[in-house]
């Protein structure tokens, strides 16, 4: 299972894992987490600003915590998406009756959307899962306004390495055996953190960003696990991506 985290052709294997974990998944993040993971996404929806009061597109949406905290805000319309429709079941109760949510299955690589279409994009603990990064990212790009922002919460690969060694063992010891013990999918938290060993920096996601329209700055959360990147899009720009047959820049 661990090998998968880096394959190009993951993206199959990685939906059918999360529709297997969905109806544990919240419950293991608030172990793991010890309850950090709700108030990272709090601050994850501070980061988007005025836009979040626009249109706004959850992608990898999963369980939908950050669409009901955009819900809970005011957001005017929120489009979740993810590609596990376990994930987004497991999540629909959140939301109270008639809230403005659109709810779609799809693939962030190839978003149902039109062209600057959401003023606001966020992301939560989803694009390491994501192969062929780069085109997501355009999709981002294309769907965003000008002067739209992308806020985007997750584990990067860390740049010093006594923080690289902490997190591997953490990656590689707890979150499988805890993950495992409340999920029933111990294969399913190997994954999950091996996935972060085999992500990119925070810097070369910043990098991919910029070069794909989006000016991308970021910063660590506090404790120093998680991070927040967030970007503006730039006015209109052609973008031509090209694939590389990896995912980092
Ligand atoms: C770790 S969960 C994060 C869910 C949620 N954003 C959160 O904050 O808890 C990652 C989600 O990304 C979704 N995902 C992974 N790859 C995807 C892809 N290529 N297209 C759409 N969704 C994807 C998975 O189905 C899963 O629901």
Redesign the pocket.
């Known amino acids: 299972m661990p090998a998968l985290a880096g394959s190009p052709d993951r993206?199959p294997r990685?939906?059918e894992m999360?529709d297997q974990i969905a109806p544990r998944y919240d419950l293991a993040?608030r172990v793991l987490s010890l309850g950090l993971d709700q108030w990272w996404?709090r601050q994850a929806i501070a980061a988007l600003k005025d836009c979040a009061q626009g249109d706004v597109l959850d992608l990898?949406?999963?369980?939908l915590?950050?669409t009901a905290m955009l819900v809970a805000g005011g957001t005017r319309q929120v489009h979740a998406?993810?590609?596990?429709e376990e994930?987004l079941n497991a999540g629909r109760a959140k939301l109270p009756p008639g809230a403005p949510v659109q709810i779609v299955s799809?693939?962030?690589?190839d978003l149902p959307l039109p062209a600057q279409s959401v003023d606001g994009i966020i992301?939560?603990?989803?694009l390491r899962?994501?192969p062929e990064l780069h085109r997501?990212i355009a999709e981002c790009a294309r769907v965003l306004r000008p002067g739209g922002r992308l806020v985007v919460l997750d584990f990067f690969v860390p740049q010093s390495a006594l923080s690289r060694a902490l997190q591997a063992s953490y990656n590689r010891v707890l979150v499988p055996a805890i993950g495992g013990l409340v999920t029933g999918f111990r294969d399913a938290y190997s994954y999950l953190g091996s996935s972060i060993d085999a992500f990119m920096t925070r810097g070369e996601f910043e990098a991919l960003c910029t070069s794909l329209g989006i000016t991308a700055r970021g910063r660590e959360m506090l404790p120093p696990v998680a991070s927040l990147v967030v970007g503006i899009r730039q006015p209109a720009t052609v973008v031509t991506v090209q694939a590389t047959g990896q995912d980092k820049p």
């Open positions: 993206a990685v939906r999360f993040n996404r990898c949406a999963g369980t915590d950050l998406v993810d590609f596990a994930m799809a693939d962030a690589r992301c939560g603990f989803g899962n994501v997501a």
